[in-house]
């Protein structure tokens, strides 16, 4: 087998982005954002290498451009709402690096607008295992549904954690990948326009032991946050 390349030498390469490719009927009030496999380096990001335009003119609304907390997450606030029912398209183009210096993916994507701002989040509409299931497989996948789509770049194992018996299971959770941690590794992945979370546990839950799933911090394409749920 080969093992992964050495992040310290290794081009930070995009793993996930949002608004989705073609998406349609995206809120008005959009937070773009393209997720890479290392930390970028701020001082690289500026309007002529990371921007958002209308197709149809080229015309490139004022945005804030950033990154996450975990630097790896490229955002952009648009200042106003965007146009209602207009394809916008964004971009990473190759001036943008990581903090080891070398230069990240260049990245394209376009969506199309609906009609208005997005006020409200998504709530959690129901959970897979269902509260209070007795008898549960300590194999089973744990399901996650939502009212609406969600940003997939603010699930992680902080907004979406799974303990048993009190003691947290923890995962860097990382885009349909699969992470170490503790003794227990979690895969998720999205499903259904991004309304349906799935966990993965690689190894089995602890027999006979309450299991429980905290959802908080979990946000709509328009920075919006999911109300928390038990």
Known sequence: FTTLPDPATTAPGVVNFSPLS????????????VGYSGTLDATTLNATDVYLQRNSDGTRP??????????????????????ANTVYCYFVQTGVKGTNGKAAGTFGQCFTTGASPQATAPTVLAVSPPDQLANVPVNANIRVLFSGPIDPLTV????????????????????????????????????????????????????????????S????????????ST
């Open 22 to 33: 073609s998406a349609t009927n995206v809120p008005l009030n959009v937070v773009v954002e």
């Open 62 to 83: 004022a945005v804030t451009i950033g990154l996450d907390s975990t630097g790896t997450v490229i955002r952009l606030v648009p200042a106003a709402p965007l146009a």
């Open 156 to 215: 992680n194992g902080t907004t979406i954690q799974v303990s048993a018996g009190g003691v947290a299971i923890t995962s860097a959770i990382s885009f349909s990948t699969t992470a170490q941690a503790g003794a227990t590794t979690q895969t998720t992945s999205f499903s259904n326009g991004n309304q349906v979370v799935l966990i993965t546990p690689e190894n089995p839950l602890p027999a006979s032991t309450v299991v429980t799933l905290t959802v």
């Open 217 to 228: 911090g979990v946000k709509d394409l328009a920075g919006n946050v999911v109300p928390t």
